[in-house]
């Protein structure tokens, strides 16, 4: 071998190595959202006519896509909430979930600035240099197209149970409180009222839970108000027909991997008269021990938050809630964790199960969803294990199948309603979507995904085919 065949050899090695590394780097890449993540130029939040989404003032449909930065104000500084803010908008989210008086020793442990938030832990007097952060963050927010879910109060202030409090509300001053931050916050564009706190409503919290949402509704009518019950329950429970309670909330909690606790809240919830909208907004969080018993039962992982989120939103939930564990605790080295948490919030902020929910959120928002409703109906598969539970929800032009596991789906097109559907594959993990093409639908079809097991989840969707549709994942454009 010549001089000059050597280098052209050693070159041709180089370009290989080169090209390797090069696609790794592209496959790793995340597709992340360009832009502000809402565009508040739409005007005011409001229920929709059918009373089962949130819209804008001006009809155009919202997608609540949170995430629980439970801690955000109370252990964040201003660079790292930031950070915390802006990598939450590249991943799509639209609202992050955050509390004012915070669970972890929030009233008598500063924030970064060395603030607490009330003087002498009386809730009629508050200190003005803890809620101008508060107030930094939710403009800062803004700025990047993000709505706060703001939580006045953590429940442990009203009803101490398991938590640090100490309780510091009666009916009264819950009143005084949520008057004084409904005063203050009632013209910032971008607040979801989220009252209660990991809390019954019932008891002797009932009061003061109603007498907090009196005091901000008799000031703020420019926000729509929800409640944040404790695990296994929803609002509903206790302030369905409250009238300061907009839309309600469930939290299906940290110890179910199965279907089950969506077949029983969310349709509870979905079945109520007069019709709310309403949503997970407290799943299993991504790395939180499956009931709090790691070495028994592991750790919840992206397959487990992608579930929930399909789950939750084609059986009737208009939004989804995303958490981790160690960023609703925002834990560093020198915090003690809360409910074995094992990571640093910062290390855990680009988990898979992070990612996908930007998957989650242009797969619905590529479909008219207003109109959209469950359909368990179309799946006929019997005997359903409720681990592995197929659920399917429509809109009137288009159906769309969740199999959480890549098991055979039989599906029973004549319900479509249509002579012709085109149908799709969606990948839950990437996003991606693969044509199937046109088929008539007098008949029953069983559709074989492209992969199987735990963590091979797949959307079938069907679109009726005089609708041309652009592919899932492509946002719908109703003038097409």
């Not at 729509?224 to 009238?243: A, D, I, Q, R, V």
């Not at 909208?277 to 039962?297: A, C, I, M, S, V």
């Not at 029953?444 to 959307?459: A, E, I, P």
Request: hydrophobic share 35%.
């Amino acid at each position: 071998m010549n001089q000059t065949e050597k280098l052209n050899f050693i070159m041709k090695i180089l370009l290989t190595i080169l090209s390797i590394f090069f696609i790794q780097i592209i496959t790793a890449q995340e597709v992340k959202w360009l832009g502000k993540s809402v565009d508040f130029s739409h005007g005011k939040l409001k229920v929709s006519e059918n009373q089962r989404f949130l819209v804008f003032e001006d009809g155009t449909p919202f997608f609540y896509l949170a995430d629980t930065g439970w801690e955000l104000f109370h252990r964040l500084s201003k660079s790292d909430a930031e950070k915390y803010l802006e990598n939450r908008r590249e991943k799509g989210f639209t609202v992050i979930q955050a509390v004012i008086l915070a669970e972890l020793d929030g009233l008598n442990t500063p924030n970064m600035e060395g603030e607490e938030p009330l003087i002498n832990n009386d809730p009629t007097k508050i200190n003005e240099k803890y809620f101008q952060h508060v107030d930094w963050v939710i403009k800062k927010a803004e700025e990047k197209g993000i709505f706060i879910g703001l939580l006045p109060t953590w429940g442990d202030k009203v009803d101490k149970q398991w938590g640090v409090g100490p309780v510091i509300f009666n009916a009264e001053n819950a009143e005084k409180y949520g008057e004084i931050v409904g005063t203050r916050y009632k013209d910032f564009k971008n607040i979801i009222w989220i009252n209660g706190g990991d809390r019954q409503g019932g008891g002797n919290n009932l009061p003061v839970w109603n007498a907090l949402a009196k005091g901000i509704k008799k000031v703020d009518r420019n926000h729509l108000m929800t409640f944040h019950p404790m695990g296994y329950n929803s609002s509903s429970k206790w302030f369905h027909n409250e009238k300061w309670l907009d839309f309600n909330m469930m939290q299906t909690g940290h110890s179910e991997r199965s279907y089950e606790v969506y077949s029983k809240l969310m349709v509870a919830d979905y079945n109520l008269k007069p019709a709310k909208p309403t949503f997970d907004g407290e799943p299993r969080y991504e790395d939180h021990p499956h009931n709090w018993k790691p070495e028994e039962l592991g750790w919840f992982d992206d397959a487990d938050v992608r579930q929930a989120a399909y789950w939750n939103l084609f059986t009737g939930g208009f939004g989804h809630t995303y958490g981790c564990h160690a960023i609703w605790q925002m834990l560093t080295p020198e915090r003690k964790p809360v409910g074995f948490a094992r990571n640093n919030w910062y290390d855990d902020i680009d988990l898979p199960g992070a990612w996908d929910m930007i998957h989650v959120r242009k797969i619905m928002e590529s479909r008219p969803f207003v109109d959209r409703v469950p359909f368990q109906e179309i799946v006929q598969n019997e005997n359903q294990k409720m681990t592995e539970f197929i659920s399917a929800t429509r809109g009137k032009d288009y159906v769309m199948v969740y199999i959480p596991t890549g098991r055979e789906a039989i599906i029973d097109l004549n319900r479509c309603g249509w002579p012709k559907a085109k149908g799709w594959w969606y990948n839950c993990k990437t996003g991606e979507a693969t044509e199937i093409g046109k088929m008539k639908t007098n008949q029953v079809k069983t559709f074989s995904t492209k992969t199987g097991g735990r963590g091979n989840d797949w959307v079938l969707v069907l679109d009726k085919a005089e609708k041309s549709f652009k592919a899932p994942g492509i946002k719908f454009n109703p003038r097409f």
